[in-house]
């Protein structure tokens, strides 16, 4: 007992008062007839023996100390208040006979405004500063608050600065550079910071169709790199924080795209009614791949959007195909009601499964209309010419399919063409599913006919094509009108494309058509540049034959374009310019004609007609008038054209290739097609716990 208190008293007390403690409690001890050990055990004489050491302590004037508290009561004895703050708390553990301590608390300096004078200036709390360096922006701690230690680093690290009076401190304290508060260490809003950079570069690298593993493998190591070079290396260690892992990355795109779907959903909830396009797919690894995408209304547009992208498990038949579209419908709780039309690539005398899934569709929504792509429809009416010219055709094809299909050709004319200083150095291969394809390929041909006629064996027997100026006649006419149409084809091309937009460009095309054939006829070929100029250059007619051919193409063309694209009366006429109505409509009761008068007399409303797209003019008034306005949106709704799904598919090849089969693409079309921006600041609110592991 004694020894343990003589312990305590070595801490705290000179020699004087330990001697003087020992004294006093050997006299307590041998007035008692128990040994000490018994004494500690009765109760009546343990609090005795501490109020006693608690008494000796106090009584001394050179040194102060705390309580003695015991593990099982506290004694409180009559201290001032003054004394209590400045003594040092002692347990004393009675039980084990231990006697734990506690040191005083240490002692904060203060910062002296002189102190500028060194360079430094304080950080955090004024009652406890750190020092802080105005050139370095380095940070001491509270026990470096002393002139020798701030002259040293004034000194060593400052060299140069060690001269400058306090004015130049100042000065550059008050700088607008300096005011900017110093680089935290990462704590909880640096992981959230990082974790929402993750989420943007996970964005980003599903938009571009990259692998996951390339924000750890490249992006993070550049971005470490550049900040390192811009700045410094304290700033290039924080982006260590930002998780950019291969499985990261997955959970972060399947969370973006979870977040679009969830704003699509609730557009269109709330919206007045869409129209669907839809089209199927196999994959690079066979499965069969489901696109639809959705035409609605929301604020002053009318957005497009991806709908569903959807691999068919079992059999890809229409039935499939429709139950995998209404099982998303019936989880989001998506009206049927509110579908006004569904685009596909099968005509009504079509039988297939895109064709049964539209009337399966058509029965869960009676008032849906369909439509057969208008595209597809171009493409076909095109296939059909004379004979004459599909020889030209396919002998054409047979030349380039020639050169193409060995390669040990294509390089020998490759170099041929450098060596004669052709335009080009390499055919085109015709491909019949790329519609766009047929007016390049005749193009190229023709361009690189003398460069072939050298290249030739005279052994393959279309060899002799490229010396008659009678196929070469034919092969220049098909290179022109082809290009004609595919001008024509991608015009169609796009979004927020309408039928208005389609049926204007077909009714432009017929009347060339017509103007064409006329001008064939009086043998003048100004409409055909490369014809004319062949002409020009071999100093030639056509002939009769040729000039029947292409009279014949022509006119069949237009009569073909008028099957698939009939003129009929459109009662919607009005929807296009409704400042040319003069009469009601049919398709309008009396209320809707008022309506848009009312609309068609207003200045302002006139204005915006000319100054916006016909989606957007017409979404712009249903605030203002409602109901003609709802009527015009619902007949711009549907799809035209099958555009997005083609454009689709062609983006879902690219992300998911031979090297990524088993990659589930669906949250990367969501992003890639999508025009609705992920709210990342949401998602990250979401997450309840933001740390820095992968």
Known sequence: MIAHLLCILSYNFNIFVILNVYFKLTM????????????????????????????????????????LQSEDEQLQPSVSKKSEGELSRVKFMSNSNKITTFSKKPKRRKYDESYLSFGFTYFGNRDAPHAQCVLCKKILSNSSLAPSKLRRHLETKHAAYKDKDISFFKQHLDSPENNKPPTPKIVNTDNESATEASYNVSYHIALSGEAHTIGELLIKPCAKDVVMRMFDEQYSKKIDAVQLSNSTVARRIKDLAADIEEELVCRLKICDGFS???????????????????????????????????????????????????????????EWEKCVDVCSDASRAMDGKIAEAVT??????????????????????????????KNVLDQAVQIINYIKARPHQSRLLKILCEEMGAQHTALLLNTEVRWLSRGKVLVRLFELRRELLVFMDSAFRLSDCLTNSSWLLRLAYL??????????????????????????????????????????????????????DFLTEINSTV??????????????????????????????TWVRNPFTVTVKPASLVARDYESLIDLTSDSQVKQNFSELSLNDFWSSLIQEYPSIARRAVRVLLPFATMHL???????????????????????????????????????CDKKTQKHCSH
């Open 28 to 67: 307590f001890c041998t007035t008692n007839t128990l040994p000490m050990d018994l004494l500690l055990k009765q109760g009546s004489l343990k609090q005795e023996v501490e109020s006693f050491c608690y008494q000796i302590v106090s009584e001394s004037n050179d040194q102060k100390v705390g309580i």
């Open 276 to 334: 669907l396009q839809l089209d199927e797919s196999a994959d690079v690894s066979g499965l069969a791949v489901l696109l639809v995408f959705v035409r609605y209304r929301f604020n002053k547009s009318i957005e497009e959007d991806l709908l569903l992208c959807e691999s068919l498990q079992s059999n890809a038949t229409g039935e499939e195909i429709f139950n995998c579209i209404n099982s998303f419908m019936e989880k989001h709780e998506i």
């Open 360 to 389: 399966l569709i058509k029965y869960v929504a009676p008032e849906s209309t369909s439509s057969h792509c208008l595209l597809y429809r171009h493409a076909l009416a095109v296939k059909i010419m004379p004979t004459s010219l």
């Open 479 to 532: 290179a022109d009108i082809f290009t004609k149409l595919n001008e024509v084809n991608l015009s169609m091309q796009g979004k927020n494309v309408t039928v208005f937009t389609v049926f204007d460009k077909m009714s432009s095309l017929l009347r060339k058509l017509e103007f064409w054939a006329s001008s064939v006829e009086e043998e003048n070929f100004d409409c055909f540049p490369t014809l004319s």
């Open 543 to 572: 002939d009769k034959d040729i000039c029947c051919a292409i009279v014949q193409h022509l006119r069949g063309l237009r009569s073909t374009l008028l099957k698939y694209f009939p003129v009929t009366n459109d009662n919607n």
């Open 645 to 683: 799904c083609e454009t689709g598919f062609s983006y879902y090849a690219a992300t998911k290739t031979k090297y990524r089969k088993r990659l589930d693409a669906a949250p990367h079309m969501r992003i890639r097609l999508s025009n609705i921006t992920p709210n990342i600041k949401r998602i």
